[in-house]
């Protein structure tokens, strides 16, 4: 909260609008589903609606809670109007939908309509979210760890015939007895032909006798979200199979390399596409590299083609090169790493050299 | 589509952008995570990026498909603009953040930017989506059993000791194996008085020898929504526990009765919550009664105190009305139900006579 009211300062914005959940979540701890968080010079206040009275009491310690019963958005404009010094506040566009901000507004005194509510020009607290601190490193390791252990956990019960759907049961009741809050995304298990779609869900396909298998998951861990892709294979691959494989690896490890704080997203993606597009699979490859990573998901910076971010320490982003050959197989090799200033610091050390089953 | 494009002609709005996710899945089929899709009198056309390739051409029949790298909101409104007889189009405000619609109208020809795009007046594709057909009620009726199923799995497991954590790890275990796509939210299980917690996420807290146990989940099946609460009691409840939990259940089946095409939601809620003023549970009845269900966990409509919405047939709404005493407990019984001409039609069968454990 001292940060960002720094950069408040700094950036002469009176009074900020949070809506975004995990923005929410970051700056004041309140992890509902509902509420809005204002934040001036001297207060911050959390309006959320009466299922959260209990439980915003014990999470929210940096801002007054007010209960409501009007959409927690619409609250919060108007205490802002209401304050001393606040002439106008700033919303986050990208996060604030067009009904909603225009509701507010016409929540809004007439004479404070038009003018009262401005966009932020820049991402505020998304910019604070880029730089993880340590204890955030430290439970996206332990997020990234358990990751690993699940893999672990589920090569020893892959096996033919098996439905996909039916090892993302036993990998996601495995996160949960380990402690995992939720998983981050739905479980990607993908094999044979299937595993050619990037995003190819568990579905009932049995695992095949031969062939490609992708894992790609994620659990949350004190709300951060863990990511990491292996593809194995069941059965002995073949020359050409093995040769994709080694391809892609390669790539990753080179994108891997690339990262230090400093390094620009373009050029970490060129390192793995480099790779890839003398192999002959530059058509292949048809998604960015890699992710940023943290309360959510999907996080920037996007670490993609011609993307001219830079790379701070403590950012953590997902390394993710893949193939995907559309009615024969895909293969991916994802990793979760940390930049820091001596290049990256892997938090899921999982093993990479292909597996076969 | 058929009904959709009747809409839009009745309408006079001769392009429409669609770009919430369930929107395009109930309009197209698609199920990946990034698209937009445009429907104009003529043409309907799903622009999404290259991971979805496949999966889009095998799950898109309506529209004809365009891989793009630019965000597909961005390319779909470039093409809506590019179409004869197109000198409008419209967006929902009510999905489209302000920072998304501005990237994409600064990506139109200069002449249109102020007004080629416009905001819908009235939901539309929200509106077709109230009401679910015949195979929609089907889908849902077996998302319904399958949590009733669950319930009664868990019925078997649940003991004194168990954290709330492995009770919902068997749960969604379970509803895995029983071919659940995902669960529909965050599975809850509070115990004792973390039952006081409305969205009280399952912790690591044991089983209570002695309290009342709330558990509310849902699965995903056939890309719908189920959603179901049941309040059970460990141990043996005291007067006071046992008459809470008969005004609940009262409370609830009045609001199931008073269920039919034509009610009004405020009667709903209101029957619901005159039940427990009452039983002098007003203030602890701290949320609306119920709300809509289908391609999402939250639909409109809000069953909620003073909604005018009448219900309509093929309408699936949540009955969930509970109290809440804050270091005490907590009770709270939902069910499903579709709303048809001659009353509420339940399911989610599962008992909701007070069951001790």
């Known amino acids: 909260m001292g940060a960002l009211r720094r950069r408040l300062t700094r950036s002469g914005i009176p009074g900020l609008l949070v809506t975004q959940l995990a923005d929410l979540r970051y700056l004041s701890g309140f992890t509902g589903s509902s509420a809005a968080l204002t934040v001036t010079r001297r207060q911050a206040r959390l309006f959320t609606d009466g299922r959260y009275k209990i439980q915003a009491a014990e999470e929210v310690g940096v801002a007054q809670v007010e209960i409501v019963s009007a959409p927690p958005a619409t609250a919060a404009v108007q205490w802002l109007a209401a304050q001393r010094g606040v002439d106008f506040a700033c919303y986050d566009p990208a996060s604030t939908y067009v009904a909603d901000l225009t509701r507010s507004k016409a929540a809004l005194p007439s004479g404070l309509r038009r003018r009262f509510l401005s966009p932020l020009p820049a991402p505020i607290v998304q910019t604070l979210r880029l730089q993880k601190d340590a204890d955030e490193l430290a439970a996206m390791s332990e997020a990234a760890l358990l990751g690993c252990k699940l893999f672990d956990y589920v090569l020893g019960i892959i096996r033919p015939g098996l439905p996909e759907i039916g090892l993302a049961a036993e990998l996601e009741h495995k996160a949960r007895l380990l402690g995992a809050e939720a998983m981050s ?142 009615g024969q197989f895909g293969i991916r090799i994802e990793d979760m790493v940390a930049v820091t200033t001596n290049g990256a610091r892997t938090l899921t050390p999982a093993p990479r050299a292909l597996i076969e089953l």
């Open 185 to 326: 995304f739905e479980t990607i298990v993908a094999s044979g032909a299937r595993s050619a779609l990037p995003h190819g869900r568990a579905s009932r396909s049995p695992l095949p006798r031969r062939g490609f298998l992708t894992l790609d998951f994620g659990i949350i861990h004190k709300g951060y979200c863990s990511d990491m892709t292996r593809t194995v294979h069941l059965g002995k691959p073949n020359a050409c199979e093995r040769a994709a494989y080694e391809a892609v690896l390669e790539a990753q490890q080179a994108a891997v390399a690339a990262v230090s704080s400093g390094a620009s997203c373009g050029d970490v993606d060129e390192a793995a596409r480099g790779v890839l597009r003398k192999a002959g699979l530059a058509e292949a490859f048809s998604h960015s590299t890699g992710h940023g990573v943290g309360l959510e998901i999907h996080e920037p910076p996007r670490i993609g083609a011609g993307q001219k971010t830079h790379l701070r320490e403590g950012m953590v982003i997902t390394i993710e090169p893949g193939i995907y050959l559309a």
